[in-house]
T-cell receptor
Framework: NAGVTQTPKFQVLKTGQSMTLQCAQDMNHEYMSWYRQDPGMGLRLIHYSVGAGITDQGEVPNGYNVSRSTTEDFPLRLLSAAPSQTSVYFC???????????????FGPGTRLTVL | SQKIEQNSEALNIQEGKTATLTCNYTNYSPAYLQWYRQDPGRGPVFLLLIRENEKEKRKERLKVTFDTTLKQSLFHITASQPADSATYLCALAYNQGGKLIFGQGTELSVKP
């Protein structure tokens, strides 16, 4: 199993550009989520999904879109990048039977995004 | 709103000693509390989960306690090794199926 994979590892954008951060898992996990990690702030939940076709907002959803067309993939879209979105982004999945988001989270390696 | 506080200052200890990290929370007690380890440039890795009705959980050299009176969890690493050097995150969920809320993490450095 590859676990949770994320691409790209690093990305530099200019203000106003859009892009998609990719996330995939091969563990057949129901629950997937996106976090951002900033110095001194901890991990903050952006969006999450309890299964294919179902997504919901987390703590800091503004400026981001998600979709979940398959169990495996959960891409995060930045619509119009802003310097405030400079951060490290982590995708995570968990077995999440019945959408239990307290299950053990398996994290990807992260994408380091810089917006100029 | 719920707040989680972990020591923002790095913890430096000597190899072989016990490292103790603290996670404090405000307001009502979480249903679950998890501890994760994060190495530089990597994603967090799950270590232990403790429920609100459990006082203590152990796994090899790791021990987690949960005191709902003090609103605090302690994470202990006994016989610490330089390989234990990392940032340790606590995460709380306030109900069954609830969202995880992460603390900012405490950096541990174990010197040989």
């Amino acid at each position: 199993n590859a676990g949770v994979t994320q691409t790209p590892k690093f990305q530099v954008l200019k203000t106003g550009q859009s892009m998609t951060l990719q996330c995939a898992q091969d563990m057949n996990h129901e629950y997937m989520s996106w976090y951002r990690q900033d110095p001194g702030m901890g991990l903050r939940l952006i969006h999450y999904s309890v299964g294919a076709g179902i997504t919901d907002q987390g703590e800091v959803p503004n400026g981001y879109n998600v979709s979940r067309s398959t169990t495996e993939d959960f891409p995060l879209r930045l619509l119009s990048a802003a310097p405030s979105q400079t951060s490290v982004y982590f995708c995570a999945s968990s077995p999440g039977a019945s959408g239990h988001r307290t299950d053990t989270q398996y994290f990807g390696p992260g994408t380091r995004l810089t917006v100029l | 709103s719920q707040k989680i506080e972990q020591n923002s200052e790095a913890l430096n200890i000597q190899e072989g000693k016990t490292a103790t990290l603290t996670c404090n929370y405000t307001n009502y007690s979480p249903a679950y509390l998890q501890w994760y380890r994060q190495d530089p440039g990597r994603g967090p890795v799950f270590l232990l989960l403790i429920r609100e009705n459990e006082k203590e959980k152990r796994k090899e050299r790791l021990k987690v306690t949960f005191d709902t009176t003090l609103k605090q969890s302690l994470f202990h690493i006994t016989a610490s090794q330089p390989a234990d050097s990392a940032t340790y995150l606590c995460a709380l969920a306030y109900n069954q199926g609830g969202k995880l809320i992460f603390g900012q993490g405490t950096e541990l450095s174990v010197k040989p």
